[in-house]
């Protein structure tokens, strides 16, 4: 459990520590928004295991639009 005493622990602990967890959240909900459709369980496994690939970029917002706008969920919908 993280204790977090104001703003700047909060961006530290979101922006550092979650950060993967944080990028995979919006990585699901822009495929989902993509799709028009809930994810299944593979599909957001898939994004979970993949997604970190996008880490040495810094998880920027474009990187993850174009990756899953190139995905086979996107693709293939």
Known sequence: ????????????YLGQDRIDQVAFSVMKHLA???T????AYNEVNFLKQDGVKL???DYRMKDMIRYIVNSNLFLEK
Not at 1 to 12: M, P
Not at 36 to 39: D, E, P, S
């Open 32 to 34: 989902t928004y993509a």
């Open 55 to 57: 880490r040495p970029g």
């Open 36 to 39: 028009g459709r809930t994810l």
């Open 1 to 12: 459990k993280a204790e977090v005493a104001g703003i700047d622990d909060l961006r530290r």
